[in-house]
């Protein structure tokens, strides 16, 4: 099955574009102009100069275009014919050919049979570029001329001749060169080398290089590729990671992407990742120009890995130094490999890396291999980091298997004393894979089999795959419960007890009732099978750990004592990291129980305890529960160092993305977030990743969308199409991403999208049997807020049913809101200033809505919030502003406004400015900020140009004057006037002239 790619929309090429827009402005002002445009085979020059010619062509260009082909110098003028050929259509270009008889000869029907021999003399060919000149001078007298010719590389001699004529000759004419050339084709005795170097050294004549695709614009790219086939019923999905996967291997090439994606959704599941045959042999194509002993030298390359150290392939290559020099030259000519760094080599392209690979025979792979292996096992160079893990791949591939064991117990090691968790347990589990394959692995491995599980789970976790972990662990939990049950030998019960609270432990993280079930069944379990006498720090967290698990019911006096046997446990143990474990757990409960002054001192000395025992899972547990404790207080800056020094330590230990990890870093950009120091906030939110392929990578630009969406920054787009499809992953809670989109969606104007989105949203926070959540309150008060504006719309257009209906649909999102603050899982539980803010703006909003746009209720979120929340208080200070219009308060509603748009400004909210800008122009106060309008438009007074608005907006008088605070009457004689001033004879037209002029691509009154 074959996947055909639209020509959609073109990504990532702004710039280029831009440049050769920029030369059809000077051709169109008559002065010539030439570019060349170079890039890789399939990197995107067509797909660029396409867009020109199109754009070209609706600004009334001639263009003319033509291709050369791989037949090289055996057809001379191959791309003019092309071009000629193509536009002999038009009336203009067969006249100005019917007068040319040189030029007409290149026509099929033109021909007669004396065209390659005249070439061959120079005054034929002087006739020739004469001809070309008059005809392009010609065409350029009747209309700018871009002349378009293709894949230069191919060119025969005489094209190259003429292109550089052509360069030289035109002055004044209005004519537009466009040359493309594949750099990847250009090795350093090629023929259009030169050429190109004379032609750029002209000033007429600009170079436009074409560089990899950005890995986004590529995703898009195969996003947009991947929805139009997926409509034509694809066998295959792909996910987020795969898509990646794919991105990453294209390297910025949009063919090479197109193909491996091609092969990916059409071809057999089996064979995903196989380089699709066509590709494979494209770039074989290239390999095989190359000398024998070059060729040689390439296949070992492709062997060692997309990065070659030049010592290490040579020795494995055979060949004798002067040899080797010879071919790694010729490779590097032909552009197949690149020089890196002074000691090595890499791949042109990583596909020509593979292609290379899966070309060799399966003995000449494993004997490579076999080299490999014996080269790096040599201890000065096994000493250098990373080696170990590559010998484990070779060995692999050579069936060493003790060679790959030991390798990768080394590798593993290795990663984790580097601070690399998901690398060090790729390594482990590669040996668990090969444990059974073993002579004597306990011996090579240092440790028994369930130790290397539990070191390759916790791994797994510490790198954010907490899924991975639990699977491990149950598995090994259920291997012991099999050896114990058929007395395989004894069971090391210190161990079990290990694995089981571990299994516990990430169950409690998972975030989801029934893991957390799990938990506490594993958990007792575990402390019933953990002998307590003599003490051990493992009995002791045990215990603890329970504790932890004990949470989820609720039933705070059950925590209480186990969490206090754990910290005496753990006393008795000499184990002050598992106390402070324990002692995280009590202050938890002190929070949830509504004591949090007691809850920050127990976690404040939970934390320092954990510092100074060294142990780093428990320190980062409790930075976040007491961040989380100060930043529910409202203490903003404490919660701030305490996340800032929680997410340096998980930082600087490979740890951001374990359990806690992720936490403190969202915890430390909220509490910027929300004290008003964006551009710090901005600064921690562009660390959080954008193109995410993990849950807790999706959690942390769902973060970063707080910010991207209230700054109006484009990345949000970007960051929204990585986070879609985690919405429906296991372990991610979607509601805080979803509920951003809602907002996004309502800043933009998207009423409907905004209520899809944010009821999306409050669907995932509502928890059988117990109901909402304090989460809910916030998109349900986006809801509020669109369903207000929504009743407001219908008030003013008199439908009265719609009015009561939405009214109603505000009402019980007012309820839910309540519920949300109640929180009926946690009567206990006790709402800080941020959830109160939110609650009284449901109130606030519901007012909004009833039509009783009430300033005290905006007066009571503004005290709810307090003085921290900078954000949210501009926010409600835009709708108290307009309440105050509202109400006829005019001076205050100004005061309100002016500090709204100060704090706007400053921390570039660029939506709440938008929407400050509008109640400005519709109250008449505060001033907004200026748009430059046109001279149509120039006529009439600002109040006009807002009715013209709304005009083009389809609103009616009545509508308008509700929008505006004014009277219906005074909105028709606001009509009138702007019918007459812009000579319109009706709305329609009025609002034409509206769109036309760009007034309503300007945020409108909402
Ligand atoms: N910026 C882009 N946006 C969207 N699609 C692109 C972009 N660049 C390239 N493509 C697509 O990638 C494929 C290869 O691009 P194109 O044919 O333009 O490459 P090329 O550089 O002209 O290659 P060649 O050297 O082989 O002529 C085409 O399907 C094209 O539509
Ligand atoms: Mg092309």
Redesign the pocket.
Known sequence: MVLR?P???????DDELGRLLTLLDDAEAGRSVAALVS??????????VSEVTRLAEGRGFTVLSGQCAELGDSVPYLPLADALRGAAQSTGVRDALSSRPALSRLLPEGGDGQRADEDRSGLARQQMFGAVLGLLTELAAAAPVLLVL??LHWADASTRDLVTFLSRMLHRERVALIG?Y?TDDLHRRHPLRPVVAELLRLPSVIAVD?AP?APS?LAE?LTAALAEHLMAAAPNRIDAIELNDLVARAEGN??YA?ELLAAFVGGDPAERRALPAGLAALLLSRVERLSDTAQRVLRTAAVAGRRADDELVRAASGLAADEYEAAVREAVTHQLLVPDGTEGYVFRHALLREAVYGDLLPGERTRLHATMSSLLSEEQRLAVPGTAAELAQHCLASHDIPGAFAASMRAGGEAERLGAPAEAHRHYDEALALWERVAEPEKTAGMAHGKLGLLSAANAADSGDVERAVHLLRRLRQAIAAQAEQGEGPVDVILASRIGERLAFYLMTIDDYKAAAEAVEVAWATVEATPAEPPTWQYARTVATYANTLLIDDDFDAVREWAARGLDAARAAGAPWVQADALVTLGFVSNRSGRNDEAIELLTQAHKQAREAKVLGVELRAAYHLARAHLERGDLATGGVVAYEGTMRANQTGLGLAPYGTDVQHLHFQCHYADGKWDHAQEIADGFPVRVTSVPEAQLSSMALFIDIARGNPVAAERRAWIEPFLSAHGFDGFIARGLFAEHALWQGDIELALAEAQAAIDVTFEPPWGYHPSTIRPAVIALSARADLAIQARAAGDDESFRAELAAAGELLRVAREGAAFPKRPKFILGPEGRGWLARAEAEYRRASGDNDPQAWQAVLGEFGPDYVYEIARTRWRLAEALAEAGHRDEAAEQWRQAARTADRLAARPLRRALDDLARRARIGTAEQHGDSEVLAALTSREREVLRLIAAGRSNKEIASVLFIAPKTASVHVSNILGKLGAASRTEAAAIAHREGLVSQPSAR
Do not use: N, Q
């Open positions: 790619v020509a959609g929309r073109m990504v990532g090429r890039g890789d085979a399939g990197v995107g020059k067509t797909r660029l293709e894949d493309t594949r074409l695709l614009a790219h949009a063919y197109e």
